[in-house]
Nanobody
Framework: QVQLVESGGGLVQVGGSLRLSCAVSGRALNTMGWFRQAPGKERELIAATTWRGVSVIYADSVKGRFTVSSDNARKMVYLQMNRLKFDDTAVYYC?????????????WGQGTQVTVTS
């Protein structure tokens, strides 16, 4: 079974930075994604990477500000978030699949809240 555990969320001032972590355990996976869901909005994919970092994608809303990375040895995936905006306030989820970018995600973490304040 796969278990994904996010950490690193919290309160941050607008313009600041935060790094989210996702600890991965269980079977081998192909793609790791970071999603977020703001109040009243649908869950959206904001960044994804294959485990070896060969392919990486970003949503336009975070491109140039967020960076996704993976540490295969530690089985960790990170989301470095810089120049945070009020619109980045959301619950952030780590997700994974065994098939690749563009495929549905089968495994999900519990989510971690990020709140951007003035």
């Amino acid at each position: 079974q796969v278990q994904l555990v996010e950490s690193g969320g919290g309160l941050v001032q607008v313009g600041g930075s935060l790094r989210l972590s996702c600890a991965v355990s269980g079977r081998a996976l192909n793609t790791m994604g970071w999603f977020r869901q703001a109040p009243g909005k649908e869950r959206e994919l904001i960044a994804a990477t294959t485990w070896r970092g060969v392919s990486v994608i970003y949503a336009d809303s975070v491109k140039g500000r967020f960076t996704v990375s993976s540490d295969n040895a530690r089985k960790m995936v990170y989301l470095q978030m810089n120049r945070l905006k009020f619109d980045d306030t959301a619950v952030y989820y780590c997700a994974a699949n065994t098939q690749g970018l563009g495929w549905p995600y089968d495994y999900w973490g519990q989510g971690t809240q990020v709140t951007v304040t003035s």
